[in-house]
């Protein structure tokens, strides 16, 4: 019979590197349960703590909430208030947005100093709060499909921003809303886009938007200007980068500048 190969456990108790190894040997091999209850709390411990939050999958949680539809460019423009009024200055006193959950926006708006917010709803709001609600009653934000000509006269806003809803749009009715926005504004348009991949409507969301959300690139984009002869605004463009740069501000979604209608 061939003899099993000699373990390096073995080599180290046959030469006294550890006293104690022998004794723990022989009872392993006298109740091999304890071994494998070891690798079984251990393997538990190691799921438990991966999923708790804090360990190694934690992490990735809000990137896969994010990736599943929760981040919104409407949020953004939050964020971005400050880089824009560095950006268009007196313009950023009359805006109007136009967008999902414009109300929170509008809101925003209006406790800067000296400037007036007006909002364009593409969306149903009957699960608005009693603010949102009001600003509609007082006026301010308007319900309004966007598919069709917005209730403004041509330059009535110095500013329109626009997140969102663009990107719920088909190419046919794009080339509709798109230039009726540059036509209510005097100063430009600026639209907040998400990025290839960056979000998409829930499924409970679809009969809300009625179509998945369409992510396009910045060059898609930069085509579609050139064909509908809508001009970038490459004064504001500066502008905006210059002050985005001091600030240390990275926008999460796209952000385009164009010039109104001539």
Known sequence: MSRRPVSSTRRL???????????????????????????????FLLIGYAFSGSGIFGGDKAAVSRSEGDFSCTSEIQRAIPILKK?????????LHVGPDTCSVVSTLLKEEETEAWGVEPYDIEDADARCKSLVHKGIVRVADIKFPLPYRAKSFPLVIVSDALDYLSPKYLNKTLPDLARVASDGVIIFAGYPGQQRAKVAELSKFGRPAKMRSSSWWIRYFVQTSLEENEPAVKKFEQAASKKSYKPNCQVFHLKPLR
């Not at 030469?15 to 494998?36: D, E, Y």
């Not at 950006?87 to 006193?93: E, Q």
């Open 87 to 95: 950006a268009y200055g007196d313009s950023m006193h009359k805006v």
């Open 13 to 43: 108790v046959d030469t006294g590197s550890f006293p104690f190894t022998g004794a723990l040997q022989s009872k392993s091999r006298s109740s091999p349960l304890l071994s494998v209850g070891l690798v079984l709390v251990g393997a």
